[in-house]
């Protein structure tokens, strides 16, 4: 079946640190770690932005995916081989054939990705499934390491500092950061494991079940970012499939606490994902003051539509900084965001 997403992320081709680390090396390590026979192929796996090579590695018979990340410390490859295999152990991420972290090297599984409709876009379905999956990791085996995202958004805005960019709201966006994290800060001491970074490009649809992959940034964290990822990629500004996708994580009706919290986490997924597309911009990042953009709505739609060579162009990445940094502002004036404050401010816990 052919593969469709719902909405597809700004795609970058890794940089290869090892000049060896190419088709014909993929080729040869899978078919030796694998004890295979037959002849096999390896084609580069495009999308994400960890800098890892990955590769489709295809027999006669099946498909493999393998993914190398020597460049990354120890401790970083033996946290990441875990969440891969409590994934694969859960049943909500690929199987794992072959890993190795002192090799820096993962085998797994290659998932086909299904078409998801229209109609299944509007049902409630869609995001049945989306909150099951998220019931799955969130409940799964706890992580030895924690990430608290507010740390990653200042880390990520002290980058975009140093880009000397005039025309990138800063101020702004740090005092809306300053002001949710104040209001959320009660709500984040309970942490689970977290993807962190469950975006359509690391979710495969299966028809019946969603399954996540690549884990590079698990680690216990606020659930409620997942939550929100989640429903800024897929639910948009559709109350009832925001509704539906809250209340079945919850297992129960969100009370008026759990929704300003989401919408708020949901303002700093928006500003998390900008912050990371500057960031990795580099010299197209002073494309930002140029470039005219549409609303939020209207861009995620236009992506929809779009293929992935057109969201490749480099002031894509820039541009789509820009519609959520835009959105954000707006939010932050209105006064949905402001008795989302109250309401937490009301009743902490």
């Not at 000049?19 to 994400?48: D, F, H, R």
């Not at 002192?102 to 086909?112: A, C, D, S, V």
């Not at 924690?146 to 140093?162: A, G, H, M, R, V």
């Not at 900008?274 to 939020?296: G, R």
Request: aromatic share 10%; with cysteine; net charge positive.
């Amino acid at each position: 079946m052919k593969k469709q997403v719902l909405f597809i992320l700004p795609i970058l081709l890794f940089s290869c640190s090892t000049s060896k680390i190419n088709e014909k090396y993929a080729a040869k390590i899978a078919k030796e770690k694998l004890s295979l026979t037959e002849p096999l192929t390896a084609e580069v796996l495009k999308g994400g932005y960890s800098g890892a090579p990955v590769f489709t590695i295809t027999s006669n018979s099946k498909k493999y995916v393998i993914r190398f990340i020597e460049h990354k410390s120890q401790k970083d490859r033996e946290q990441e081989i875990l969440c891969l295999q409590a994934a694969s152990d859960g049943g909500y991420g690929p199987h794992i054939y072959f890993a190795d972290s002192k090799q820096g090297i993962i085998i797994m599984e290659y998932l086909t990705q299904q078409i998801i409709t229209p109609e299944m876009r509007s049902s409630d379905k869609l995001y049945i499934l989306l909150a099951q999956l998220l019931q799955k990791i969130h409940n799964g085996p706890k992580y030895p390491n924690s990430i608290n995202i507010f740390d990653t958004i200042q880390q990520n805005l002290e980058t975009i500092k140093t880009k000397n960019n005039s025309n990138i709201p800063v101020i702004k966006i740090e005092e809306i950061i300053n002001i949710t994290h104040k209001a959320l800060a009660s709500y984040t001491t309970a942490t689970t494991p977290c993807h962190n970074d469950i975006q359509p490009n690391n979710l495969i649809f299966l028809g019946n079940g969603f399954k996540a992959v690549d884990y590079e940034t698990a680690a216990q964290s606020d659930p409620y970012f997942d939550v929100a990822t989640i429903a800024i990629f897929y639910c948009f500004f559709n109350p009832k499939t925001e509704q539906t996708l809250l209340t079945t994580y919850l297992a129960h009706q969100p009370t008026p606490q759990e929704k300003a919290r989401l919408y708020l986490m949901k303002q700093i997924a928006w500003i998390h994902y900008a912050l990371v597309f500057l960031k990795i911009s580099d010299e197209n990042i002073n494309l930002y003051s140029t470039l005219e953009v549409p609303s939020y709505g209207e861009f995620v739609l236009n992506r929809a539509k779009a293929n992935k060579g057109d969201f490749e162009r480099p002031e894509n990445k820039v541009k789509f900084a820009k519609v959520m940094i835009n959105l954000v502002i707006a939010n932050s004036e209105s006064q949905e965001f402001s008795n989302a404050l109250k309401t937490l401010e009301n009743k902490k816990g």
